[in-house]
């Protein structure tokens, strides 16, 4: 567990061991952790703490899309799974993401630079095929535009995206 016990108790002192406050407890804890997941050590840690059952924690964390119960990479790529990105040409940009990637949809890569995801519609509609990258939404999405947004990420010398 790279995230210490007093990192986790900060945060549910602030929420006050409150089990109503259990998703931003979950996203507070997430935020300490590099790999951008709560492990099953921490979960149980923070169930036992705020007075949940081990299965109503899991039930949320494995229902709400933003909390993660596995490693992602330090670039975490969502693909958006709604039917206008679909139609707009998005099979294309997952191909695109596979190839330079060298990962699947679920992965990590090996030098844990880069993870790739599904992800419900976040409201890009408008400049569809969209992803979402450690938050950050990139639009009108080509294979050649997909090549520079990965080429920058990886800290190459491309300067616009």
């Known amino acids: 567990m790279n995230i210490n016990e007093k990192q986790i108790n900060e945060i549910l002192i602030k929420f006050e ?32 703490e705020i007075n949940v059952t081990h299965s109503r924690i899991y039930e949320v964390m494995t229902f709400f899309d933003a909390i993660n119960t596995e490693p992602k990479g330090r670039n975490h790529i969502q693909i958006c799974e709604s039917s206008v990105c679909k139609i707009n040409g998005m099979d294309s940009i997952e191909e695109c993401l596979v190839n330079e990637l060298k990962i699947n949809v679920g992965e990590v890569t090996k030098d844990k630079e880069f993870s790739l995801d599904y992800t419900p519609c976040f409201g890009a509609c408008d400049v569809a095929p969209a992803l979402r990258i450690n938050k950050k939404v990139y639009g009108n999405l080509t294979p050649d535009k997909i090549k520079v947004i990965i080429e920058k990420l990886r800290g190459d010398t491309i300067e616009s995206v």
Do not use: F, G, H, M
Not at 24 to 35: A, G, H, M, S, Y
């Open 17 to 48: 061991y409150n089990s109503d406050s259990l998703i931003p407890i979950l996203r507070e804890v997430q935020k300490l952790n590099d790999e951008k997941y709560i492990s099953r050590e921490v979960a149980i840690y923070i169930a036992d």
